[in-house]
């Protein structure tokens, strides 16, 4: 359990690491928010992230399931390794092709 919790701990730096070389102030949620991970903000928009990580072609996500918490954008961020990472709205199968590469995520939200 202790390897998985540092695991998720270095894949949410990642993530967060990447929003903010892209203009976003990120602050990661911990425990208090429960279904995000990060909440980022940028130029009046917040957006939640649900961040996860697999080595394996599929990833079975069986978290939040709404496009929106409270009002905010949510999304779920997968690291698949080897620089691809997908972010997508919540379903419950996720292959490498699904949502869209995160830095063209970045780009669009700029």
Excluded: H
């Amino acid at each position: 359990m202790v390897l998985s919790k540092r695991k998720g701990y270095v894949v949410e730096r990642k993530i967060r690491k990447i929003f903010e070389s892209n203009g976003w102030k990120v602050v990661r949620a911990g425990g208090s928010l429960g279904e995000a991970d990060l909440v980022c903000l940028k130029n009046g928009k917040c957006i939640l992230l649900q961040v996860k990580s697999s080595r394996d072609k599929i990833y079975y996500y069986y978290g939040y399931m709404k496009k929106e918490l409270e009002g905010f954008p949510f999304y779920l961020v997968v690291d698949f390794g080897y620089n691809k990472i997908r972010i997508l709205n919540p379903k419950k199968k996720i292959s490498k092709e699904d949502g869209i590469d995160l830095k063209t995520f970045l780009t669009n939200e700029n």
